[in-house]
Structure formats: C-alpha cells, structure tokens
C-alpha cells in the first residue's frame, strides 16, 4: 500500500516543530543573558548562601599583636543558610486540525500557532524571573534612592540619571564586591529616561561621551557617566518600579531538568520538553510542550530594588 504524504506534514515532524519552537523562544528570554543556567538532577534543589557578611558577622574577630609565645586568633564564621527550591513544569498544548494538514493553505495556520506557543511560554518564563528577582534580591528601601525627593520621572523637574546615582550608590556595600552594572526598567519608564537624555542642552560630542547616545529603537543605553547599562524590558518587570542588578555576579540561577521518557532531539538548556500524538477521536495531531525549570536567588546583595521612585 501506497504511503499517503499530506502537504504539510513535513511540518509536524517532532525534531521540526521542537526546533522551531525553541528557536522563536530564545531571542526573547529577556533575562537569560547573564543568568548562569544548571542542569538539576533532582527535583528539589539546594545551595547555601551567607546570612550574614564579613562586617555583621557575630564571630567577628580582630587580629591580635603577635607577640612570642602568643596564639593566633581562631576565625569563625557564622553558619551557611541553607536555601531550596523545587522543579516546576509549565506547558500547554496546540492542535494542528487535519484540514490544515491536507491543505497547502494550511501551513499559515500551523506556524502562526507555533509562534503562539512560543510566545506564550517566553512571556511565561519572563514574567516568573523577573517576579523571583524583584522577591529576592535586597531592598532599596531606607538607601539614599527611596529617600530621594525629586520628582517621578513622567513629572516636568524628573532626574533620571541623578536618581540612578543614587542606586549606585546604594548598590555599594563595603563588606560586598557588588557593584550596579545593569538597571532593568519597565518600557514606559525606559522611554521617560530616553525623553530626558534627548532633551538635554548639551552638543553632540559630550553628549557620545558622557551620557550615551539615546536611540528608541534599541532596548539598551549605555550610561558612560555612571557606568551603567539601562534595559528596556517587556516583561518582569513593574511600572514605577527600578531593577538594579551586578550582571558580573549573577544573584539568580536557572535550573532545569530533562526528562528521559521525551528526549530532546537537540539538547536545550531550557528544560523544555515536546510530545506529539494523534487524536484519535478528532484527528487532531496534538503537540504537548513544557519546560521544566526554577530560579533560586543565592546572592540577593547582588541585585537591589525598588517598588517606588521611577
């Protein structure tokens, strides 16, 4: 017996449609750039992290004069606080009809729900990062930016690059080597910072130099004069609201897991996963897609924000 081949059912083979999927996500995990990602081999992970730093630390001690015959001085250091998380899988499924299998036409329909799914599982991951980011790093609250009393940066008399300042220096703790590289804002707040750099009275070249060259197509600015990078994020982030992050020591990581039930047919460090079958009440082919995955903040002096001030 002859085998029947439809039209586009070269567009449901698994490797294609996992490939394709994984390739329209990463371009738009906002967060993943400077967030180290580890393979779990259990469900629950684990790490430990310092309660305290070297200036608070209760087992503080001073170096004493030595003298002959005098001991050293015995360093402790307050025990490690241990941390957890546990995997999560988050998916969804599609279903490609037999009429767009049969028909040539078809094809719109399969990948604009590709595209969908994609979409939907990028916005997903995003807006989780950005939610375990804002809970876990350290708290601007009380810092010289949440004391600050100009204006918000939608007001006439708003200083965006001078509150940032501030951030700067909250970020700076001596007893820590972190430092604020990054600021990562939501877009309407992003594109008050670009309106001010825009409107600054100053010629072109100190313009290059000290404040950047402000461009509302790109979602990054460079600061030179605070040595500082501003992101544009679409997703994770809250209006109002400032982000500050050391991209050098990432204060999160990404763990996810491979299940070896549904292999990958190209090994991807997202956790996700695809299974594939036909209905056989409706005739559907289905396609089941999931990661599986968990952030743990193990370095919370790393990262600083703000709920107010922008």
């Known amino acids: 017996m002859t085998k029947i081949v439809l039209p586009n059912e070269q567009y449901l083979q698994k490797d294609f449609v996992e490939a394709k999927i994984v390739s329209i996500m990463e371009p738009e995990l906002e967060w993943m750039s400077f967030m180290p990602k580890v393979q779990a081999d259990s469900k629950a992970v684990w790490a430990t992290r310092e309660p305290t730093s070297a200036a608070s630390d209760t087992a503080r001690r001073a170096p004493r004069a030595r003298t002959a015959g005098a001991k050293f001085v015995k360093v402790g250091v307050t025990n490690l606080e241990e941390i957890s998380t546990t995997m999560a899988s988050y998916g969804l499924e599609i279903r490609i009809d037999e009429d767009a299998i049969r028909y040539a036409e078809g094809i719109d329909m399969i990948d604009r729900s590709y595209r969908r799914a994609a979409y939907w599982l990028a916005n997903d991951i995003n807006t989780k990062i950005g939610a375990g980011l804002i809970s876990g790093v350290a708290s601007a609250a009380g810092g010289k930016f949440a004391t600050k009393t100009t204006p918000a940066w939608s007001v006439d008399g708003a200083d965006p690059v001078g509150d940032l300042q501030l951030l700067v220096a909250d970020m700076e703790k001596d007893e820590y080597p972190y430092e604020l590289t990054d600021v990562y804002l939501h877009r309407d707040n992003y594109d008050e910072l670009l309106k001010y750099l825009m409107t600054l009275d100053v010629v072109k070249g100190e313009r290059e130099t000290i404040w950047g060259m ?14 500082v990078n501003v992101h544009r994020m679409r997703r994770g982030t809250i209006e109002g609201s400032v982000l500050g992050l050391d991209a050098r020591f990432s204060p999160a990581t990404y763990y996810y897991s ?4 549904y292999p990958q047919a190209e090994e991807n460090s997202l956790g996700f996963h695809l299974n594939t079958y036909v209905d056989n009440d409706t005739h559907d082919t289905v396609f089941q897609m999931w990661l599986e995955y968990a952030i743990l903040v193990k370095e919370p002096y790393a990262g600083i924000y703000s709920a107010t001030g922008v």
Do not use: Q
């Open 214 to 227: 402000p461009n509302f197509k790109t979602p990054t600015v460079e600061l030179p004069v605070l040595g």
């Open 258 to 261: 491979r299940n070896p039930k």
